[in-house]
């Protein structure tokens, strides 16, 4: 059974940091691609980043290119996501995500980890 | 950045019938397309990828057409279940995007 558990949410600063982890299990973890997509209360789901099953390539969103990195670990079946420069807007509810192998449509999701930016 | 238009935003219908929820693309998305169901407190769950290919276990009456632009999810014949909020995401390249969601209330 594919699981995926997110941690790492919780209350921070505007321009703080954050380091979310989501560990995986059930699968080949180094075989598929991994994801991020968050939620802001109330609204709809916005994709945040991917990286390839090998680590090699990563991909954001326009709204956190720069201040976001994604990266894996796949001798820890784990994936994670660094929040750099937060602010209020990336207050949400963080979800890893994947697919099967490397394609990008999300069948399996965890329940998320919420992450709130504020003073 | 692909843009995806979801419409209508509400959908009032009651059980048993038949609800159509569209999805159009800003550019041609091939047939790189996914639908998703999210009921409150709930994870999104897959229905539909790349375009009418239902995901495991959703039942047959969940059926996706289209290609291109225009896109279209279907539920024949509406279960108390299904009264949720619908997001369609495109891959056919990056940035990856979602469409803002139709909702199917009761």
């Known amino acids: 059974e594919v699981q995926l558990l997110e941690s790492g949410g919780g209350l921070e600063q505007p321009g703080g940091s954050l380091r979310l982890s989501c560990a995986a299990s059930?699968?080949?973890?180094?075989?598929?691609?991994m994801n991020w997509v968050r939620q802001a209360p109330g609204k709809g789901l916005e994709w945040v980043a991917s990286?390839?099953?090998?680590?090699?390539?990563?991909f954001y969103a326009g709204s956190v290119k720069g201040r976001f990195t994604i990266s894996r670990d796949n001798s820890k079946n784990t994936l994670y996501l660094q929040l750099d420069s937060l602010r209020a807007e990336d207050t949400a509810l963080y979800f890893c995500?994947?697919?099967?192998?490397?394609?990008?449509?999300?069948?399996?999701w965890g329940q998320g980890t919420l992450v709130t930016v504020s003073s | 950045e692909i843009v995806l238009t979801q419409s209508p935003a509400t959908l009032s219908l009651s059980p048993g019938e038949r609800a159509t929820l569209s999805c159009r693309a800003s550019?041609?998305?091939?047939?790189?397309l996914a639908w998703y169901q999210q009921k409150p407190g709930q994870a999104p769950r897959l229905l539909i990828y790349?375009?009418?290919n239902r995901a495991t276990d959703i039942p047959a009456r969940f059926s996706g057409s289209g290609s291109g632009t225009d896109f279209t999810l279907t539920i024949s014949s509406l279960e108390p279940e299904d009264f949720a909020v619908y997001y369609c995401?495109?891959?056919?390249?990056?940035?990856?995007?979602f469409g803002g969601g139709t909702k199917v209330e009761i």
């Open positions: 550019q041609s998305i091939g047939s790189y």
């Open positions: 995401q495109h891959r056919s390249n990056w940035p990856l995007t």
């Open positions: 995500a994947t697919g099967r192998g490397e394609t990008y449509s999300f069948l399996y």
């Open positions: 059930g699968f080949s973890f180094s075989s598929y691609a």
């Open positions: 990286i390839r099953g090998s680590g090699g390539s990563t």
């Open positions: 790349d375009a009418s």
